[in-house]
């Protein structure tokens, strides 16, 4: 591999996937570069960021286009971070580990859409994500959840200044679209359960026979 190339390629993973995850990293850390046998394509750097003699830092890359990149940002042998890179080489989303295990199960979107930043967290630590957090500034707004792991959201709660406000449920598991809710006032006490049994999108107030009493309010 000519120098010149090889200048070019670290010139291009320092601005698209180190640069982001490791922007006060000093430039002069050896990157070390890995090589399909077959096709001689670039396809890994690996580095030592923090200058310790071990590895930390590994990008995964098509040639010059960075697709994935791990972290061990604490230097405790196990993975902290890991970034997703997008076809011009952008960083889309930032994976983290609640419980800094080494098990991947939070994943942070980095480009805001329509001004909501977005979680997506697998509850289960499985892989499978079954929660996705919006939020406007750092406030939490709402939360789609998929409490059957079906792969289809079943519950959506919204927030108004930190406080629970409205939980809607589709009962059936299969509408995608909620036929029941629960309402909550701004302090955050039940108010009353709704239902839309005849799906028109308009939501009627359940008689307080068939009132739902949610978990750890008091029966009136
Ligand atoms: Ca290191
Ligand atoms: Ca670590
Ligand atoms: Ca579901
Ligand atoms: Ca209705």
Not at 115 to 131: F, K, L, M, N, P
Request: hydrophobic share 35%; glycine share 10%; net charge negative.
């Amino acid at each position: 591999m000519h120098l010149s190339s090889w200048n070019r390629i670290v010139l291009a993973a320092a601005s698209a996937g180190f640069g982001v995850s490791c922007a006060a990293a000093p430039a002069t850390r050896p990157v070390t570069p890995s090589y399909d046998s077959f096709s001689g394509r670039l396809i890994q750097l690996s580095a030592d960021q923090d200058g310790d003699g071990r590895v930390d830092q590994w990008t995964y890359l098509d040639g010059t286009r960075p697709l994935r990149g791990e972290k061990d940002s604490d230097g405790d042998g196990r993975i902290d971070r890991w970034e997703y890179f997008g076809t011009d080489g952008e960083l889309v989303t930032v994976g983290t580990s609640t419980q800094t295990d080494g098990v991947e199960d939070t994943w942070t979107w980095v480009a805001r859409v329509n001004g909501e930043g977005r979680v997506d967290v697998s509850t289960a630590r499985d892989r499978h994500i079954d929660r996705h957090e919006y939020y406007a500034g750092d406030i939490l707004a709402r939360v789609e959840m998929d409490t059957n792991a079906d792969g289809r959201i079943d519950r959506w709660d919204r927030y108004e200044d930190r406080v629970l406000r409205e939980v809607q449920f589709d009962t059936t598991f299969q509408a995608v679209r909620a036929d029941r809710r629960l309402l909550y006032d701004p302090q955050g006490r039940f108010l009353a359960a709704e239902a839309d049994d005849d799906r028109d999108g308009r939501f009627e107030r359940l008689s307080p026979a068939t009132k739902v009493i949610p978990p750890g309010e008091p029966i009136k």
